[in-house]
């Protein structure tokens, strides 16, 4: 079906009672959809390199190149089906689709021009690029007509959802039941569980664990709600950080194991170098106690000896202002008139005082992770419990896949693994990727790894480091940063030559020109180090200049444009208003 007006076309087909929208409103078959900045007929393509990194800034049309991208490699006889594009969300998966089933449609039709010469830089075969327009207008409509008779096989997925694919192939071998199902609603899983706890499934364990962080928080807080609390703490076991940290064995559960460790803690508070020296310290002050009794400041002397004690003996009896304090700050600048002291004496106490302080920061380092050591054990019990949930009901939470499938990992398992889900992909297109989180990274570049170990693969990614906004959730760019960089990060199939995207069609003039000389002021600022411009540089640096900008935006058809800048700030905020002035 379609429907026309003066500057659109739609089309749309209905195969087998679903809707799949191959035009959308605005794109015209026998338009070139967006100037191409390369147009020299060759490939950029290279085989040797196949790693393509696509550093592209808002608006310069990173939907589009990932699209001619996939459809060059269709062009060149590449099977849809070994091709995987991820994206972020599932508006972006949808626009992608969308994409690619529209231009094969147009190319098939003679239309989209444009988009044609820049999907042929993107063919993988030299053969394939000089074929006339007519055979690959035909083998887009081969290409269209098998995608749309194998729809739901098409491979655009969010980065969630492939995750979950993989997951779900493999769940005979991490032993969960056929027919996982995912749960997104950890909130609920978690309130759950915490309900659970502290009614039915309360044991003699649990109930002191549970007395234990009761007098804790007792202590600390006025008012506040137990089962908020213990929530709240328990959400934050699904943070990404805490999963890395626990994938790589640096966060214990195991009650058993807390128990050892805290222990082990204590144990070393008693035989800790520190006490012997603080103790031949007072030994010194023992042999002075009487003389210092008769003499002017002995007094405070004595009083910092025995404060010293009790704080290395009985540290609970002394009031927390006072532990391991020894002389105060003030006495101890007025130490250098006492005179009248003893020479050993004064230096005895001055020595042991700064001892006593340093035996005071691992003691308070200690007793705080004893006490959240039992807040472990009690979020082990508690995860215990969701995990008991989780497997009752078949299913896997959303926000634990990339952990479980990175533990699961090994080395060299790549082809095993899509195997297994079976799949078999050669090339692999990731948008968005300056917000791919460190675990999602560990998991991915295994597969990449593997991937792009046999010839004729390639993989694109396509990112923004400037655009990173998902630091909350564990988005690294600095994943984005390194590639290329060292062996880590694929330096042996990195493609240098791959161009970035730096051409706005989205914006007019002056909003271009008002970002463009931001970054350069922020980068121009004299109070970076050396270390610090370079990588501010290379995050913002765009080489732009006056004379230069009509490379960084459509200056045949977006002149004007306006910028409105407001700055929010308290009152008396001067570094703000400088600012404000100086933008």
Known sequence: TTKKNRSSEQITCIYQKKVVPLRRKGFNKNSITMSIERGSGGSLIDLHKPLNVCRASAGTGKTFTLAAYYVGLLLSGVDYRSILAITFTNKATAEMRERIMG????????????????AKEFMISQESRVKSDEVLQQRAGECFNAMLLDYDNVQVQTIDSFLQTLLSGLASILKMDVGLQTE???????????????????TDEVQRLIEDYLMVKLDNDTRWDMRKSIREMAMEMYNESVQMLEAEGQIEFEAEKIELWRNKIEESLG?????????????????YEAELATIPNGKAVLTAQQNIRTSLDTPKEVKPNDRFRGLTDGQIEKSVKWTKLPQPALEAILRATELIRQYGIIYNTAQLTIA?????????????????NLTETNCALLAQTANTLYKALKQGDADFILEKVGIRYKHVLIDEFQDTSALQWRVISQLLRDILANTGNTVLIVGDIKQSIYRW?????????????????FQNAYN???????????????????????????????????QERELIQAIYGEDYTEETIDAFYQS????????????????????????????
Do not use: C
């Open 103 to 118: 231009y094969l449609y147009a190319i098939s039709q003679g239309g989209e021009q444009g988009f044609l010469a820049r």
């Open 184 to 202: 997104l609603d950890i909130q609920h899983i978690v309130t759950t569980a915490v309900d659970q706890l502290i009614t039915v499934e309360m």
């Open 271 to 287: 035989t800790h170098p520190l006490r012997a020296d603080i103790e031949a310290q007072l030994a010194v002050l023992a042999n």
């Open 372 to 388: 959240f050591s039992r807040d472990m054990q009690l979020m082990g019990a508690l995860r215990t419990l969701i995990q008991r």
């Open 473 to 489: 959730r564990n988005g690294d760019w600095h994943i984005m940063d390194a590639l290329g960089k060292d062996e880590t990060h």
């Open 496 to 530: 240098p030559a791959f161009p970035p995207l730096r051409r706005n069609f989205r914006s007019s003039e002056n909003v271009v020109k008002f970002n463009l000389g931001l970054f350069k002021y922020i980068i121009e600022q004299p109070e970076w180090s050396q």
């Open 556 to 583: 045949d058809k977006k002149k004007g444009g306006i910028v409105r800048f407001r700055a929010f700030s308290q009152k008396g905020d001067e570094m703000v208003f400088d600012m404000f002035n100086t933008i």
